[in-house]
């Protein structure tokens, strides 16, 4: 059962243009999502996140949106980039009470191209 | 970049043998994690660790244990490979912040270990 889900598995854009990455997730005790870029032969790296008390978070070039009711997110990179071209992940986990760092929930992830 | 080190980066074994991989931090990081990256699957986490000689297993731990004697190190071991276990294994490290509601943090990868088993 698969509770993080990127239900597309590629996505090509211009460059200059809007690249919109969306990720859907099943468990309604979710509350702290997660994106990570990857590239080929390295680990994954660390872009940007959100909690659940919130909407909208934004960093740059970067912003994730999330829709509770929908169980819905989505990164926006604006504008796209070449270097941008990687696999993208959406990560979740659930509340945090007790001091042990919550467990992440990966989805299968998104390849980004952006071409020049 | 996160202090991470992951050893060996490569390796190819036959069915049976065991292998340990080692994961190596410097970041002073309370909790440390194994993964590992299948294809169509995603990152899957196999073990964490939450202090020295605390461990818990995740949702792949079948055929894996883990050890942590130090805080900077956390084990990988396959007692007897298998071909399935063919995969790219990631460690990872979070801290939290104390509090009421402890604060989640990102975890911060390394490059991964590509273990190949014949």
């Known amino acids: 059962d698969q509770q993080v889900k990127q239900n597309s598995p590629s996505l090509s854009v211009q460059e200059g243009r809007i690249s919109i990455l969306n990720c859907d997730y099943t468990?309604?005790?979710?509350?702290?999502f997660l994106w990570y870029k990857k590239y080929p032969a390295e680990g994954p790296t660390f872009l940007i996140s959100?909690?659940?008390?919130?909407d909208k978070n934004e960093d740059g070039r970067f912003t994730v949106f999330l829709n509770k009711s929908a169980k819905h997110l989505s990164l926006h990179i604006v504008p796209s980039q070449p270097g941008d071209s990687a696999v993208y992940f959406c990560?979740?986990?659930?509340?945090?009470?007790?001091?042990?760092?919550?467990?992440?929930?990966f989805g299968k992830g998104i390849t980004l191209s952006v071409r020049p | 970049d996160a202090g991470i080190t992951q050893s060996p980066r490569h390796k190819v074994t036959e069915t049976g043998t065991p292998v340990t991989l080692r994961c190596h931090q410097t970041?002073?990081?309370?909790?440390m994690y194994w993964y590992r990256q299948d294809p169509g699957h995603g990152l899957r986490l196999i073990h964490y660790?939450?202090?020295?000689?605390?461990?818990d297993k995740g949702e792949v731990s079948d055929g894996y244990s883990v050890s942590r004697s130090k805080t900077e190190d956390f084990l990988l071991t396959l007692e007897s490979a298998t071909s399935s276990q063919t995969s790219v294994y990631f460690c990872?490290?979070?801290?939290?912040?104390?509090?009421?509601?402890?604060?989640?943090?990102?975890?911060?990868f390394g490059d991964g270990t590509r273990l190949s088993i014949l």
């Open positions: 970041e002073n990081h309370r909790y």
């Open positions: 990872a490290i979070s801290e939290s912040w104390g509090g009421e509601i402890f604060s989640n943090q990102p975890q911060h």
């Open positions: 468990n309604s005790m979710f509350d702290y």
């Open positions: 990560a979740a986990s659930e509340p945090n009470y007790t001091g042990a760092n919550s467990k992440l929930t």
């Open positions: 959100i909690s659940s008390i919130k």
């Open positions: 660790s939450y202090g020295v000689k605390d461990t």
